[in-house]
């Protein structure tokens, strides 16, 4: 990507620390572009990663470090990676930027914008301070910070604070103009289809997917947590032969094909946690984790492929084998196991807990235009009266 400068995120810093050195050694004659003032992979004294760097581009001097801001700190426990505390990090490298006469100077920070703030307000010769936390998505336009003065009577420096949104949706781009009337432009810059795909990037992930198969989810460590309810699911196939009407929405929806749809990415995403989550059944949509007895394969659970009636309903083995006959359970608890699986948008909070429900899937990240009012009516589904396993009454068989 030709990047100038990259800063560490707390993730990085979980890989062992020889992993870590690996990935940001300098390759042939370009430095390492990592740069961190309180991070010192093995040690600040082994210079891995500089403390700052100063980069020209079109003719300009910009001087570049970068801090993990302080609870993003304690979340590291590795002896071979030594840490200091944000602010009292920074003292050296902006002196040093301060000296060498920059045109600009930034401030990478991963830490939350409020720490980011105070570490602005401390150095104010930082004139673009970028920090990692903040909302999903960036401000449309930079905040301003108080302008600086380096010297009392000097012009005042303009000063930025940048969010960039989370997972990489948007560049921030910040033009820099030899234009007194507008020397800033910034511009947030959605990393959409327009983009095309990178086949560099196609070729990372399919050797990724393919780590993510060889490993298998057992492999991942994925150890299935207890679902709240402690039921069992059986598999939306097994709720078909008694609620038909049901069965025949969901089977039209692309609910009943969610799975085939991660088959048909390139590469297959079909082994990726990250996607099976809210693709299949029996998974904590938000955890990336099954639940016990929930999708683990479709070789394993193929009955569990696809997005389907247990994750709104709840686990439902009990209730298909009660209503089957196949366990015999006393009448009050057949009508119980009934009542677990009931759902209803007739009052506010019912209909509530329904949304919600949607909305563990349906999030920004993945349904951005969904709304209930909207998306509903295409799912909606009810059981005609007469349609249900009951046993028909015997009057009903009695023809005049
Ligand atoms: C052998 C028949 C049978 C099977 C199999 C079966 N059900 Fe039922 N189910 C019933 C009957 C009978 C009722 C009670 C009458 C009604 O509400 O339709 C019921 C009730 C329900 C209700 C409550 C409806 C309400 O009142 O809100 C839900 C939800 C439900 N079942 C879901 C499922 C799911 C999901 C499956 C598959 C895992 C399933 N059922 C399998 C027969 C069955
Ligand atoms: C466990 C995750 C999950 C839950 C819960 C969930 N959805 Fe979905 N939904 C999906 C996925 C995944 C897709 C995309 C399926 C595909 O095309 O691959 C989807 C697609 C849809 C679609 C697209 C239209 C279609 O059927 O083709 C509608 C509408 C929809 N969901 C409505 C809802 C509503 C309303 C709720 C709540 C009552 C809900 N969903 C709950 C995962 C979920
Ligand atoms: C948090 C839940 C969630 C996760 C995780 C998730 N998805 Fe989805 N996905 C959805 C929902 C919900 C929809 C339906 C969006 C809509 O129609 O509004 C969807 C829709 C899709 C669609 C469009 C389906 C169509 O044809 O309309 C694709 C493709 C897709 N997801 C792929 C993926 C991939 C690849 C991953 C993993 C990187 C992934 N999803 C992870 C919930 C999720
Ligand atoms: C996206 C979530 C979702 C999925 C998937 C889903 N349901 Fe439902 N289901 C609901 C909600 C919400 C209601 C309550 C609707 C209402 O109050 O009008 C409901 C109602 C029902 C009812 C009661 C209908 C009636 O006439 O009272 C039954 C039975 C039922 N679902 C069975 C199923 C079966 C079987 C499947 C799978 C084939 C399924 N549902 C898939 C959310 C879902």
């Known amino acids: 990507m030709e990047y100038a400068a990259v800063g560490f995120g707390p993730k990085d810093l979980r890989l062992p620390a020889e992993e870590v050195v ?54 590291i426990r590795n002896d071979l990676i030594a840490t200091k505390p944000a602010a009292e990090s920074l003292v050296e490298p ?37 920090t990692a936390g903040g909302a999903e998505e960036p401000p449309a336009q930079p ?7 380096a010297v009392p009577g000097a012009a005042p420096v303009e000063r930025h604070l940048l969010e960039l949104g989370h997972k990489g949706m948007f560049a921030v781009v910040i033009g820099l103009f030899d234009d007194p009337a507008q020397p800033i432009r910034a511009q947030r810059v959605p990393l959409d289809a327009r983009w095309g795909e990178a086949e560099e990037m196609i070729r990372l992930l399919t050797s990724y997917q393919a780590q993510l198969e060889t490993l298998g989810l057992a492999g991942l460590g994925l150890s299935p947590g207890r679902h709240p309810t402690g039921r069992r699911f059986a598999g939306s196939a097994a709720c078909a032969e008694c609620h038909k009407a049901s069965f025949e929405v969901w089977t039209n929806s692309g609910h009943a094909s969610a799975l085939t749809t991660l088959e048909n990415q390139t590469p297959r995403r079909d082994g990726d946690p990250e996607c099976l989550s809210c693709h299949v059944v029996g998974w904590a949509p938000q955890k990336f984790q099954p639940y016990e007895g929930g999708f683990m394969g479709v070789s394993v659970t193929p009955q569990l492929a696809h997005q389907g009636c247990e994750n709104c309903h709840g686990p439902a083995a009990a209730h298909a084998s009660a209503e089957r006959g196949q366990v015999r359970v006393p009448a009050a608890d057949k009508e119980r196991l009934r009542a677990e699986l009931h759902l209803d948008i007739d009052t506010p909070p019912a209909k509530q807990r329904v949304v919600n429900n949607c909305l563990e899937c349906h999030d920004l990240d993945n349904s951005p235009q969904f709304d209930f009012d909207e998306y509903w009516p295409q799912v909606e589904h009810s059981e005609p009266e007469e349609s249900t396993a009951e046993p028909k009454p015997a009057a009903a068989a009695v023809a005049p």
Not at 98 to 118: I, M, N, R, W
């Open 143 to 149: 905040e301003k910070l108080p302008p600086h003065r």
């Open 94 to 130: 902006a002196a040093a930027l301060a000296k060498a006469g920059c045109d600009h100077q930034v401030l990478l920070a991963f830490a939350s914008p409020e720490e980011t703030k105070k570490l602005a307000a401390r150095f104010p010769q930082f004139d673009f301070v970028v």
């Open 22 to 75: 690996a990935a940001v050694s300098a390759v042939g004659d370009a430095p390492t572009p990592f740069v961190c003032a309180n991070v010192g992979l093995i040690g600040f004294d082994s210079g891995i990663t500089p403390l700052y760097r100063i980069v020209e581009r079109g003719g300009l001097k910009i001087g570049i470090t970068a801090v993990l801001g302080d609870a993003e700190l304690a979340d």
